[in-house]
């Protein structure tokens, strides 16, 4: 991980601005939130501008949002710093790879997708390729821990990578395709690698158990005699249903309590020899006599 400052002055552009089909979805996003809550779309401001200024955020692009929000300029960095998914300064045009560096992905080869990504992109992260299509980083967890390791590329995860994986992403991307998302070993989401084990019967799935059970035949019964005039069914479950299980045999008693320890039995004596606290009068007369009653 490195530390997140802004771009250096000179790489800076000297102004930015929303093109007209992205200023209307702005105003259209603030105006969600309620008056004075406006800030709170930093994030989707800031998101949008970086997609327009192909994959990093500059200094005016968070003015602009901050004006745009009654921000001050600090708020917007305090944002676009902390989190890893705003650039700071330019990225390849292609793809920015996000390698996951967290103890999950670690474990699971994470350095080995770092070492690929210094042999074809640099040996530091945050300096483009020799074509400047690639580029890459380091960030922790990017919340595929079960999937591990992964990168992240925009908004895209890529996960159960291997090195060779790897390669064959950074090859696409270079080629101006767009790989597919997600698991790259066959596994399905997140399920088991292996495939199902357990709940694999059809019929669970293809709805042919729905409106089974004994309660719903119970209900229709009642339904349909309260449109017939005729009295309720019985609400003893059907034939068909399961007869009741015995009930199970008592387990034997529970063992009686130990004890006292010798030092709470002293201290409980020793309690009852104190003097007993004395009762506050109530205001403007004497005390009741507890022995009078």
Not at 24 to 39: H, L, N, S, V, Y
Not at 42 to 68: C, F, H, K, N, Y
């Amino acid at each position: 991980m490195s530390v997140r400052r802004l771009a250096p002055r000179e790489v800076q552009p000297e102004s930015f601005a929303f093109t007209a089909e992205n200023l209307a979805w702005a105003e259209k996003t603030i105006a969600k939130f309620p008056p004075g809550r406006q800030a709170s779309a930093v994030i989707p401001l800031l998101m949008r501008a970086q997609e327009q200024a192909g994959g990093w955020l500059s200094e005016p692009a968070m003015r602009l949002v901050g004006d745009m929000l009654g921000m001050a300029p600090i708020r917007v960095y305090e944002v676009a710093t902390f989190y890893t998914q705003f650039q700071l300064q330019p990225v390849g045009k292609r793809a920015h790879i996000q390698v996951c560096g967290t103890t999950p992905c670690m474990l699971r080869g994470a350095g080995d997708l770092m070492k690929v990504c210094k042999s074809r992109i640099h040996e530091e992260p945050f300096h483009l390729s020799a074509s400047g299509d690639l580029s890459w980083e380091e960030v922790e967890c990017a919340g595929t821990c079960v999937n591990a390791p992964m990168i992240q590329v925009w908004k895209d995860v890529y996960e159960d990578l291997t090195p060779e994986d790897l390669e064959k992403i950074l090859d696409a991307f270079e080629r101006g395709e767009h790989p597919v998302p997600g698991p790259q070993n066959g596994r399905h989401t997140s399920a088991p690698v292996t495939g199902l084990r357990v709940l694999t019967a059809p019929e669970l799935f293809d709805g042919s158990t729905v409106g089974q059970g004994a309660g719903l035949a119970l209900a229709r019964e009642a339904i349909a005699a309260k449109a017939n005039g005729d009295a309720a069914p019985s609400a003893a479950p059907p034939a068909a249903a399961a007869a009741a299980p015995p009930a199970p045999p008592k387990s034997d008693p529970a063992p009686a309590a130990p004890p006292p320890a010798k030092a709470v039995e002293a201290a409980g004596e020793a309690d009852k020899e104190k003097p007993k606290k004395p009762v506050a009068p109530p205001p403007g007369g004497k005390a009741a006599d507890p022995k009078a009653e």
